[in-house]
């Protein structure tokens, strides 16, 4: 997995919303026996865009797959890294819009 934004506009690493993301993702991948990086994603996103509208400016990149092969006509993903980012997009959301969110889903 990796975490990161757009060239374009990065972030520090020690901004407390990339912190909060790190410390969730890492405790993710740890627990599915997964490796954890983080970089900078080198195809293009929406993340400049999204930074200048959004309060704070902060864009966190989270997604199943390989880098190498998003948005290409070889793009695929494993079912595995699909079930792995579900958990992941509903553990964000816990960490940073309330603790109960989502607990009764499967």
Do not use: C, K
Not at 10 to 27: F, G, K, S
Not at 85 to 95: E, I
């Amino acid at each position: 997995v990796d975490l990161g934004v757009g060239r374009q506009h990065p972030r520090p690493a020690d901004h407390p919303d990339v912190e909060t993301a790190r410390a969730v993702l890492q405790q993710l991948m740890a627990d599915a026996g997964e490796g954890y990086g983080e970089d900078y994603w080198w195809f293009g996103t929406d993340a400049p865009h999204l930074a200048r509208t959004t309060t704070g400016g902060v864009v966190i990149g989270f997604g199943p797959g390989e880098e190498e092969l998003a948005h290409t006509t070889r793009e695929s993903v494993p079912l595995r890294h699909l079930g792995l980012a579900r958990q992941g997009y509903a553990a964000l959301l816990r960490a940073f819009l309330g603790h109960n969110l989502g607990q009764g889903a499967g």
